[in-house]
């Protein structure tokens, strides 16, 4: 069974940059899709971005600018850094995996909300 757990900060200023970490059981980065997803409050699911089983990386447009994702494989961690954020970039943010990169997500942390605020 595969488990991925988000940790970071809660609260973000505006202008920081927000890194949450997602860390992974049951199952290695070096296998798979690894994504991260927000929920802003009243809006639906929006995909950031991923990296993948071999380190390659792919954000999503509207975002790719101010996101960067690395990884740890000896922690079987990746973690997400948001530039230059804003009260619009509060959301609860989940980690995710695809198996084949095919936009499925088989497996979901429990999503940690992050606020930005002054």
């Known amino acids: 069974q595969v488990q991925l757990q988000e940790s970071g900060p809660g609260l973000v200023k505006p202008s920081q940059t927000l890194s949450l970490t997602c860390t992974v059981s049951?199952?290695?980065?070096?296998?798979?899709?690894w994504s991260w997803i927000r929920q802003p409050p009243g809006k639906g699911l929006e995909w950031i971005g991923y990296?993948?089983?071999?380190?390659?990386?792919y954000s999503s447009p509207s975002l790719k600018s101010r996101t960067s994702i690395v990884r740890d494989t000896s922690k079987n961690q990746f973690t997400l850094q948001l530039s230059s954020v804003t009260p619009e970039d509060t959301a609860v943010y989940y980690c995710?995996?695809?198996?084949?990169?095919?936009?499925?997500?088989?497996?979901w942390g429990q999503g940690t909300q992050v606020t930005v605020s002054s």
């Open positions: 995710a995996r695809d198996r084949i990169g095919g936009g499925v997500y088989d497996y």
């Open positions: 990296i993948s089983y071999s380190g390659s990386t």
């Open positions: 049951g199952g290695s980065i070096t296998t798979a899709y």
